[in-house]
């Protein structure tokens, strides 16, 4: 069984930034894809940003490239996502994934290829 467990995320006025964070443990973390994702009220979850295995390769839907920033430290069990120049729009709750499989730009944002979830972490951005 992997937990995740997401921290970081808070109140911001738009422009700011904020960096969350997500812990991982129980199985080995070197062997899953990670990602992020986010809801808003009532709105689908969509996905914002993805990370290899090794991360070499990194993922972002063209909502977030350029503002947003995945990162990962397999010897800490870790992945983050840096999010900076943040809009009204951006506000959701934003959910960590896990999966064992290797990413490509197709399969990162398929929800259904992640076996691990978060509980997620409420972002707001006020204008």
């Known amino acids: 069984q992997v937990q995740l467990v997401e921290s970081g995320g808070g109140l911001v006025q738009a422009g700011g930034s904020l960096r969350l964070a997500c812990a991982v443990s129980?199985?080995?973390?070197?062997?899953?894809?990670m990602a992020w994702f986010r809801q808003a009220p009532g709105k689908e979850r969509e996905f914002v940003a993805a990370i290899s295995r090794s991360g070499g390769m990194t993922y972002y839907p063209d909502s977030v490239k350029g503002r947003f920033s995945i990162s990962r430290v397999n010897a800490k069990n870790t992945v983050s996502l840096q999010m900076n120049s943040l809009k009204p729009e951006d506000t959701a709750v934003y959910y960590c994934?896990?999966?064992?499989?290797?990413?490509?730009?197709?399969?990162?944002?398929?929800?259904?290829?992640?076996?691990?979830w978060g509980q997620g972490t409420q972002v707001t951005v006020s204008s």
């Open positions: 129980g199985r080995t973390f070197s062997n899953y894809a």
């Open positions: 994934a896990a999966g064992a499989f290797v990413a490509t730009a197709q399969r990162v944002r398929i929800m259904a290829q992640y076996d691990y």
